[in-house]
């Protein structure tokens, strides 16, 4: 059965500094990974994905991630924090086997403190 | 632009009173998803439907109704049945390969029960 488990679910980091989201995932089959922002009171936007292809994934706004199966990781990373990266991350697990699949993390809270 | 479209973005409910949410979009998905967040936590399935006119339960369906009669539109209809509905509602959208797509969510409505 697949699960996903964000482990902060709250992080302050300062402006320019660098930022890190974790998320492990339990998953029976090649999983597919992502990476959600929500802003207040907003709908999700994808960050970025893992589909089986390059273990180091880039996505917008400066994020990456990095698929490591050994360890089930895929953690969220930015070098530098902007204060408009302060908004709710989500880690989602997806499996092919049913449409319902879809396993969203509880959320990561970031703070961006000036 | 091609997106979903949820409306109302807020609303108000009596006790008592049923209430519809409506979900419009134009990606051509097949897939199409309601989800349910409160403040603090992840988002939990409601219903989902991968292609009209059939539509299955997620996890928190009781006191809640969806239809699917057209490919682009899935309302969700929170009845009084329901015992805690105020939330914020999600709709979300992908293709027939949804497992290892993208989901598009809408901006949400968020309903509150007085």
């Known amino acids: 059965a697949q699960s996903v488990t964000q482990l902060d679910s709250h992080v302050s980091v300062s402006e320019g500094t660098p930022v890190l989201l974790r998320c492990n995932y339990s998953s029976s089959y090649s999983p597919s990974l992502f990476w959600y922002v929500q802003h207040p009171n907003k709908g999700l936007q994808l960050l970025l994905k893992y589909t089986s292809a390059a273990t180091l994934v880039k996505g917008i706004n400066g994020f990456e991630a990095e698929f490591k199966k050994s360890e089930t990781s895929f953690h969220l990373t930015k070098p530098s924090a902007h204060m408009s990266d302060a908004a709710e991350y989500f880690c989602?697990?997806?499996?092919?086997?049913?449409?319902?699949?879809?396993?969203f993390g509880s959320g990561t809270r970031l703070s961006i403190r000036p | 632009d091609g997106g979903i479209t949820q409306s109302p973005k807020y609303l108000f409910r009596k006790e008592g009173q049923n209430v519809t949410l409506s979900c419009e979009q134009n990606l051509n998905h097949d897939a199409m998803y309601w989800y349910r967040q409160d403040p603090g936590q992840g988002l939990r399935l409601i219903y989902y439907?991968?292609?009209?006119?059939?539509?299955q339960k997620g996890d928190i369906a009781e006191g809640y109704s969806v239809s699917r009669e057209k490919k682009e539109s899935f309302p969700l209809t929170v009845t009084s049945a329901q015992k805690n509905p105020t939330a914020f509602y999600l709709c979300a959208s992908t293709t027939g390969q949804g497992i290892t797509g993208e989901l598009f969510f809408g901006e949400g409505s968020r309903l509150t029960v007085l």
């Open positions: 989602v697990v997806t499996e092919y086997s049913s449409a319902s699949k879809i396993i």
């Open positions: 439907s991968q292609i009209v006119n059939d539509f």
